[in-house]
């Protein structure tokens, strides 16, 4: 199993369990294609429940079915779209590149005419799907802001003070950048006219400590609001005390 598939599973709390069901449904797609999935995609849907895990840890988008994978020639590259956004903005595919762990591309609103790589590995963007709502969109404790471009300054400091997670590219913004610190998170879409800020921590006394460490950082402080109780309550405490 991919360090990356093993830390997933770790994120859930739980164990990974490969179903036979799964494994035939495999062999019936690869016969149809003509192929062999790559390694790390093998992995992850032969798991019970591994389609199922793209679907809920993702804004409602789709995954597509193992019955329905088919082959997409895009210049030099082959490409297997596995998973469609959930307004058909976007279509999310790995890219027969040969390797045991491929990158995967986006297309975004280009009808299959330009893709993008949206990560190194398949593994790896799994891992920062699950990531983003186990750490920040699922947490009692989030607040969120749209602000000015992210500096190099401040992605610097930010790396400097939390550990980084991967990072992912292509959309939303230009770069999705990751950082925690035990129970606190923070997950920033980066573009070239804002950046979106997602802030979570578990409880209020967390998340008062993580706004206050990064408060000034491109003036964002200002841009805040709530997207929870414990959000509302922590910036009113933090603005209250300015």
Not at 55 to 64: E, H, L, T, V
Not at 135 to 147: I, P, R, S
């Amino acid at each position: 199993m991919t360090a990356f598939h093993k830390a997933t599973f770790r994120l859930l709390g739980a164990e990974p369990i490969v179903s036979a069901a799964a494994e035939s449904e495999i062999q019936v797609a690869e016969r149809r294609l003509g192929m062999r999935l790559p390694a790390s995609v093998r992995e992850w849907y032969s798991h019970a429940g591994g389609i199922d895990l793209l679907r809920r840890f993702s804004n409602q988008d789709c995954p597509i079915p193992l019955r329905e994978f088919l082959i997409v020639e895009w210049e030099a590259q082959r490409l297997v779209p596995f998973k469609n956004e959930n307004q058909g903005v976007c279509v999310w595919a790995v890219d027969l590149d040969g390797s045991d762990d491929p990158p995967v591309f986006v297309d975004v609103d280009s009808n299959g005419t330009r893709w993008t790589m949206q990560c190194s590995t398949f593994s790896a963007y799994v891992y920062s799907c699950i990531w983003d709502h186990v750490f920040v969109f699922d947490q009692l404790g989030l607040v969120e802001a749209q602000n000015d471009p992210l500096s190099p300054e401040t992605e610097t400091e930010l790396a400097a003070k939390f550990a980084e997670q991967p990072s992912t590219f292509g959309w939303p913004g230009n770069t999705q950048h990751r950082f925690m610190a035990k129970d606190q998170a923070i997950l920033i879409w980066s573009g070239d006219d804002q950046a979106d800020w997602f802030v979570a921590a578990r409880d209020a006394i967390s998340l008062d400590a993580l706004l206050r460490t990064i408060w000034e950082l491109d003036g964002v402080g200002k841009s805040f609001y709530d997207v929870s109780d414990i959000g509302r309550i922590v910036l009113n405490q933090i603005r209250g005390a300015a």
